[in-house]
């Protein structure tokens, strides 16, 4: 947490929204200017600079304790100073300008991912669904799907996914405090976690904790972990993802340009308060941060239908809007909390609605696409696994090079909602 | 002569913006009434639910703002109907539920800050009624915001409340006279009694429209709110 009586770094965020607002090139006016009656932004542009401001740096209140004060640098920077005097250990709330580049002691000791065993040509789906042969590679750019086995579900995909994890980090199961699921598919109790919980045979006062958000779902489940962790309450906790699409989203219960789009994976995250003695690239976790758009909560909508079938409503252009904005927005957020230069990244763990869309994002972003490791294009949208394996992809990236210089991971998703995520995870 | 029922005075600036019903045959729709010179008005003397008589040509405005109708004569005050009367003209108007539908076209977030903005001229209106599920004013950094879910579900946050009546409202509220910690009295009163008062009222309504084209987008504002707020509701708090 940056001390409030950094003010440059302060100064820095507060420039750097003010900028997104009144234009990359603007002159940064004087602090005690008043930006309103001098015209370089009017009532609008003011409050979206401060919503811009406040969601940078967490400061929640910040357009409130600005009532009837004079629309300034001076004024804002006044009313951080405030806050810090009338409640000083309200740390969550301050400013975090240039958020020191560092983790939360919350590491990630190991990964995995899994999925489906069956790889299926994206035709072979167009087919499946009645669709124009070819419709899968060429509208959405996925080139084959992963489908579950016969013999594959969400348990038997985690479970592995998990046993891998542990194995890697040379950590044996009793180890485990929690074990933390998430899945978008899974229905029915016992619930996935305490599936996997009987499965991985965990000890008994183990906790089984099922988190949700769909695609969203890694991003929360580690934020909850973290918290759990930082807590003091657990030590080692596995988080785990699993989806099986291809057994809900089926020909006939759903149109071909939804469920076409998904296929079948799961992922598994070992998070200790210790660095793994077997790791030799470790990553601690950084900070997250949540919302929901709920002007989008109509582009994607999923219920059951009376007949037993699933009613979907998906509305394909609106939803590719909203990620790509959206996911773009996370990750200026990330950026602007952590005071990381996303130019120096490792990767971004990113949801993967589709392979078109991380194209567009990654041009968004002005990244190129290889900070985006290839999880659509091959597997399909693997719901809530898809950050998962795009984020495992990246961290086993840094193992086959010891000699490499790493750098800091951004993870950002969504779910239906419009809900959304993100955080960064830092070299160890 | 044509009648028009007042149903909107929104404020932004010193001049007021207003719109009102007028019935076309069989069919109720929104007119503006604009100076020859302007779009807005420096003095508006009449209230919401005034009947005026007044003239209106036709305009070539552009797209969205076809609602604009220059006043070619003054008004003339010929009856007056109350709130609950002007809500039933307006939920027989231009009227939707959900996002889409409101101006017939995307809306889009703003990338950089808040709020919601159109792209013309894809909007084939710029002022349409809705119900809500919930709505929240909030003050900030003296601008008056509102966030609100439609009956579709979908959440509008940080409008820019525009209403004349709710805006001189939240200046009388802070007026140096009403004593110590007029902000924090204000934002209590918004989160308590306002619930009440004016989600509980059986007609609520709002009405949304866009900016006329700033930057090349439209913004999104809370035009309009009902019930309006009564002035002895500032005994209140």
Redesign the interface.
Known sequence: MAPLTDENRWQRLVEECFRLEAGAHSAIPDPAQDLIETGVLDSMGWVSFLRALESATGFNELGALLTQRRPSFESIFQAFKDAQTASPSRETDLPRAGHSVRGTGVFVVSSSAVVGSRKIPSEEVDRAFHMPLGKLRSRAGIESLAYAAEDENELTLGARAAQQALQIAECGVPELDWIIATSETHRGYPSLAAQLHSQLLARENCGALDVGGACLGLVNGLAVAQGLIASGQARTIAVITSDVHSRTFKPGQVAGEFGGLFGDGASAFLLSAKKGAAQRHAYALGEFFFGCAGQYAGAIRVAHAPNGNLDVHFDSEALSRAAITRLEKVVREIELRSGIDRSTLQGLATHQPNPRLVTLLAKQCGLPEDKFPVVAKSFGNLGSSTCGVALDAILQSTRSDPGEQLGPIFTASLGPGLLFGGGWLVPA | MTKLLITEITRMGPAFCVIGLQREKDKICSVRPVTASANSWLHFPYQRGDVLQCELAPFSGAKPHIEDRVSTHGFQKESRVPEQEVVTYLRKAEIAG???ELFGC???????????HAMPPEPNRSICGSETKNLRL??????L?ATL?LS???????L?VVDRDWRDFIEAA?VEGRGANR?ARL?RFLNSQFHYKVLSCPHHFIRLGLTRPYHDLC?LMLDTLFPLPKKEWLEEF
Do not use: I, Q
Request: proline share 6%.
């Open positions: 959900s996002l889409p995307a809306l889009h977030e703003n990338r950089n800050g808040s709020g919601l909030e003050l900030c950094a003296n601008e915001r879910v579709s579900g979908e959440v509008l946050r940080d820019p802070l902000v934002e913004w």
